[in-house]
């Protein structure tokens, strides 16, 4: 929405008075801020967000603590200017704050919490020989991005700075332990650091102690657990904004100490709040630098599929996910190219050396782009598209290289190009999605969320395809995870009795009962099912693709990097 159209939104009292839930999620090239009504969290007061990109560095991707730092801050001022321009009213203080960041990689801090090596991403891939032996050791799926398979390689590499070691988090865990100075983290955080015992909604105890006798005397504590943060589960109370915490986030000094915290969560956790997933038989897919599916499970799954991770939703309810390094990444470099020829080509026309009009921003490149694709074949004309940057676990490749090939007869035609690169962002997630089916997991529904999925009806209209499965796509798809850890921030507020709104019972109920009744009772949603001919077509296509992995392979042996291997 607009700033004109949300500015009869009634949030000045609201703002004025604090009673408001703030969330603040870490993506993997935008920080977002998300501002919503404490008693009515499906009403967004306002927004804030600041631009940021990973950094390769020394054979890691990574972001400098720094640039967290002052990103937060520049996400943090935009959103009060914004409370301001639609308001009125500056915000000094919040009911509850909630922090999310992308999930897994490794943050080590010393005992004083000071990082003592390079924070490491969810991206990196170093990690094969630590995750192949832990999946060994607990007969469960490890995957490379965990935090604990980051730790065990460091210790099967003799890191230097293992001495030192005191604490390990995740990036949101870090943000939240700066602004509260506790060490905790929400159970669908953690659940991608260590594995988590669903009865028991914290980590694995049996499985810790199996770590423990494997790393004896290779740590500096008695136990991996001492390490770890704190488990907690949506609802419960995760610290107060303390005086340091307050001038973290805001510099200016107007922002007072004291307001609550929910679980800092990652963006998955996020991601199934903000799609009204977190039930049994309910999924979603969310759509940005990666690309993932959530599917909350009716029942355990039987035996260990590797192309499968076993996390929670924010409750602690176990969830089957797919995760693919690469999402939208390649798909966005390619709008920037077709953008690029716009402005070059309205430049020549203001020169008069050619035919021209106006320069297009980049919503209407997408929108130009998206809508072509729905012109395109089915299968997208024998063109494939691979759009991995950075190496990809479910199909085995260590390192990535962006493709676009095709054979002689294939038909190359914008729409048929297009559409190739929106299959491709689906293509892996569609051969994990493919163990899910095999093993009969049921879905009643499916969400789908990420700013892909702005153009109404494309994007959402593949995954159907991908996934042969109706997609939904509700009005907060653009907002995503900020807005998602706002609602659970408020849910905390309601559950902790900081807030006056008044459930039906005498409580919030549970994290569905409260996204139902709460929150989601008077949105719609977009459903999209698929259509016979996409979902033949995308057959086609990703057997085609699967097919052509050689190819990737192939292309990362004869094109090495000139740097170190990403």
């Known amino acids: 929405m607009t700033d004109d159209e949300t500015a009869a939104v009634p949030g000045d009292a609201a703002i004025a008075s604090g009673r408001t839930a703030l969330g603040i999620e870490l993506g993997s090239t935008r920080i977002k801020a998300c501002l919503v009504d404490a008693d009515d969290p499906s009403l967004v007061l306002a927004v804030g967000s600041h631009a940021w990109e990973n950094e390769f560095v020394d054979r890691t991707w990574t972001y400098s603590l720094d640039a967290v730092r002052t990103g937060l801050q520049a996400a943090y001022a935009d959103l009060v200017s914004n409370a301001e321009r639609r308001h009125g009213v500056r915000p000094t203080t919040y009911g509850t704050i909630g922090v999310s960041a992308m999930m897994h990689g490794y943050l080590a ?19 094969g020989r630590a995750a192949a032996e832990l999946t060994e050791l607990f007969g469960v799926n490890i995957p490379l991005r965990w935090s604990i398979a980051h730790l065990h390689q460091a210790v099967l590499d003799g890191e230097p700075h293992l001495p030192r070691l005191d604490a390990l988090t995740t990036l949101a865990g870090y943000v939240h332990r700066q602004l509260t100075g506790r060490h905790v983290l929400g159970v669908g955080d953690a659940s991608g650091m260590f594995p988590i015992d669903p009865a028991t909604k ?9 770590y423990d006798t494997e790393t004896a005397s290779r740590l500096p504590v008695g136990s991996v657990a001492e390490l770890l943060p704190e488990v907690l589960v949506a609802g419960e109370r995760a610290g107060e904004l303390t005086a340091e915490g307050a001038s973290f986030l805001d510099p200016t000094g107007a922002l007072q100490p004291g307001a609550v915290f929910a ?30 599916a959530m599917v909350v499970l009716e029942n355990p799954i039987a035996g260990l ?19 693919c390094n690469n999402g939208a990444s390649e798909l966005a470099a390619w709008a920037s190219l077709f953008a690029r020829f716009s402005a070059a080509a309205a430049g020549a026309a203001a020169a008069g050396t050619a035919a021209g009009g106006t320069p297009l921003d980049a919503d209407a490149v997408y929108d130009i782009l998206f809508r072509e694709a729905l012109d395109g074949d089915s299968d997208a004309g024998g063109v494939l598209a691979y759009n991995t940057l950075a190496g ?30 929106l299959y491709g962002v689906f293509g892996t997630l569609a051969l994990g999605m493919r163990v899910l089916a095999e093993e009969g997991v049921a879905l009643d529904r499916m969400f789908a969320h990420g700013g892909m999925f702005r153009t109404e009806g494309v ?52 994290l569905d009962t ?11 949603f977009d459903t999209v099912r698929p259509h016979p001919d996409d979902v033949a077509g995308f057959a086609a296509y990703l057997d085609r693709f699967h097919a052509g992995l050689a190819i990737e392979r192939a292309a990362v042996d004869a094109l090495p990097l000139e740097g170190p291997a990403a």
């Open 202 to 210: 914290t980590y694995d105890s049996d499985l810790v102690a199996r």
């Open 305 to 323: 599929h590797r192309e499968l991770d076993l996390v929670t939703t924010p409750a602690g309810d176990q969830v089957a996910m797919v995760h």
């Open 109 to 127: 801090l010393d005992a004083d919490g000071t990082a003592i090596a390079p924070f490491r991403t969810w991206r990196n891939t170093s990690t």
């Open 514 to 524: 409260y996204l139902r009744t709460r929150v989601f009772r008077t949105f719609t």
């Open 459 to 510: 994007a959402q209209r593949f995954l159907a395809a991908a996934l042969d499965t109706p997609v939904s796509v509700s009005e907060t798809a653009s907002e995503g995870g900020a807005w998602g850890i706002a609602v659970l921030a408020a849910y905390t507020g309601a559950a902790a009795g900081t807030t006056d709104a008044e459930p039906t019972a005498s409580s919030p109920g549970d």
């Open 392 to 421: 990809e676990p479910i199909p085995g490749l260590a390192e990535g290289r962006p493709l676009v090939v095709r054979t002689p007869d294939g038909r190359l035609t914008l729409g048929n190009f297009m559409r190739a690169q």
């Open 263 to 292: 679980p800092p969560e990652g963006d998955a956790g996020t991601g199934m709040v903000a799609t009204d997933s977190v039930a049994p038989r309910t999924g979603n897919v969310s759509a940005g630098t990666s690309i993932f």
